[in-house]
């Protein structure tokens, strides 16, 4: 029987779920897109979000008329799993409020400071169940969403549709970036605790809609004012992109400390609802389980607040990919087997298919092969000497993570190697033969002509490589190859970033490759 004070409507489910889907994924989103298919990850964000739609497809049947309270009740040991995962998720977005407060809004505060008030509105506000959630997060919708969408509409201005052109439709890298990307959308597994409370209507397409036109809006804005280059080094590009909106007038110049604080509430709503969820799911499976399950999580996360800030903020950079696939894997996967088992209990066939019909759908994809860093060499720096009309030595330096030290931080050492060809397309042909690991030149920052004169051939070359920002420095040196990459070998930091930090000056952007072939 169905507790009405949990109950919750079907406009504040469909709010709630955009919410907080749209919070957690939005900030990572642009960077991660590129990860997996650098050339087209507008169309990566598409295919992820297509996939979210299906998800909440079969979420909405398969819940539909069935409380997570009866599920839980039934599988006790789901109930434990969910409270240790949704803590260790509710600590991370924990961290994400607390990083972003400190670095935006109140740079001089402790971290006790900061987190004593969030934990203390999020158990406030998740004290009245479900149905005191929905209106809260009901009445924070357009407050959380409107000043970003004021941002995207602005940002439209400063957009290079160059930057967004899908360039590559490999296939296998478009199914494993979406795949990452909707790894990223994992607060999708809540639907599951409340779809079956949501008394007058389902999980509406439209909100789909909305929340695909969200992510693709975020996406555009933010790679077409950065670039992808820049987007995939900078640790919050979404904000940088906020940095370079101004508001028409000059009325307000820095949008991006507008943007922070409805950011928060937004994470906030993320945050709380893992605290949520998590003791929801003791309440339910155990009598007793509420006290020890409050104390633990608000207050064991408030007394380890330092520890979150430094040791757990480590181990989540290190280990940040693990820590979404998991989500993936456990977070989607691991309900969809719980109805499965509850419905074949309750002997309602009509369920099963949908549930199988995903998991099959889902397990092929995650068989496909995944490419990882160590299938790529990163070119930092190329060097091409001109021998003659038809020959040209063309030299890479590459990123040598081998070399680096466990130490070093972010100081990553390069090395060399050169080819004998007959214009870059060559060179890298030969480069196939040579290494198994596949170019990448994203993060390609200088280019050096040898013996005093720039090759006109190489540099239109240079210009219709997808990969190759048109902010990349060019040079000319008198000095041949071999003597210009002679010093490569004693630095602890790659060559390209050598000379790049030596290229910090007033008038480098007319060095760039984009002046230089205008």
């Not at 409340?194 to 804005?221: E, H, N, Q, T």
Request: net charge positive.
């Amino acid at each position: 029987m169905k507790n009405n004070s949990q109950m919750i409507t079907a406009r504040q489910g469909n709010r709630i779920m955009i919410l907080e889907i749209f919070s957690a994924a939005a900030m990572f989103l642009p960077q991660i897109a590129l990860q997996k298919s650098y050339h087209s990850g507008i169309v990566v964000v598409v295919m992820a979000s297509v996939m979210a739609g299906i998800y909440l497809w079969i979420v909405d049947h398969a819940a539909r008329g069935v409380s997570i309270e009866n599920v839980l009740k039934r599988y006790r040991f789901a109930a434990i799993i969910y409270y240790v995962r949704f803590l260790l998720n509710g600590a991370f977005f924990y961290l994400c409020i607390l990083y972003l407060t400190k670095k935006y809004l109140l740079p001089d505060k402790s971290t006790f400071f900061i987190g004593f008030p969030l934990l203390l509105l999020a158990y406030l506000m998740n004290q009245g169940g479900l149905t005191k959630r929905g209106r809260v997060m009901e009445g924070i919708f357009w407050f959380v969403l409107l000043p970003l969408i004021f941002v995207l509409i602005l940002s439209m201005a400063n957009l290079s549709w160059d930057e967004l052109a899908v360039r590559s439709w490999c296939g296998r890298e478009m199914l494993n970036g979406s795949i990452l990307v909707f790894a990223l959308m994992h607060p999708i597994e809540f639907v599951w605790f409340y779809r079956g409370d949501m008394k007058d209507g389902p999980i509406r397409m439209r909100s789909f809609a909305g929340l695909m036109i969200l992510f693709l809006g975020v996406f555009a804005s933010t790679v077409g004012s950065l670039g992808k280059k820049l987007t995939m080094v900078d640790p919050e590009p979404v904000m940088s992109m906020a940095q370079g909106v101004a508001m028409p007038g000059g009325i307000m110049a820095r949008l991006d400390l507008f943007l922070i604080a409805f950011w928060i509430v937004g994470v906030f709503c993320v945050f709380s609802g893992y605290l949520f969820y998590g003791n929801e799911s003791i309440k339910h499976a155990f009598s007793k389980g509420r006290i020890v399950g409050l104390s633990l999580s608000y207050g064991g996360i408030y007394v380890i607040s330092p520890w979150i800030m430094t040791t757990f903020a480590t181990w989540i950079r290190r280990y940040f990919f693990v820590f979404i696939y998991g989500n993936l894997v456990i977070g989607l996967f691991f309900p969809l087997i719980l109805f499965l088992m509850w419905r074949k209990e309750q002997k309602d066939e009509k369920y099963r298919g949908y549930l199988l019909v995903l998991l099959i759908a889902f397990c092929i994809q995650g068989c496909s092969k995944q490419q990882d860093v160590e299938d790529h060499r990163f070119v930092l720096a190329m060097g091409f000497e001109r021998l003659n009309e038809k020959k040209v030595l063309v030299r890479y330096s590459y990123a040598d993570f081998d070399k680096a030290q466990s130490d070093s931080g972010t100081k990553i050492p390069s090395r060399s190697v050169t080819f004998l060809a007959t214009s870059l397309k060559d060179a890298n042909k030969k480069w196939k033969q040579y290494k198994s690991q596949q170019l990448n030149f994203g993060h390609l920052k200088v280019v050096l002509f040898a013996n005093g004169k720039k090759d006109e051939k190489i540099i239109k070359e240079l210009v219709n490589e997808p990969q190759i920002a048109k902010s990349v420095y060019v040079l000319k040196t008198d000095r041949n190859l071999s003597d210009i990459f002679k010093k490569e070998d004693e630095l602890s930091i790659s060559f390209g970033e050598y000379l790049s930090k030596k290229l910090e000056i007033k008038d480098s952007k007319n060095l760039t490759l984009g002046r230089i072939y205008r």
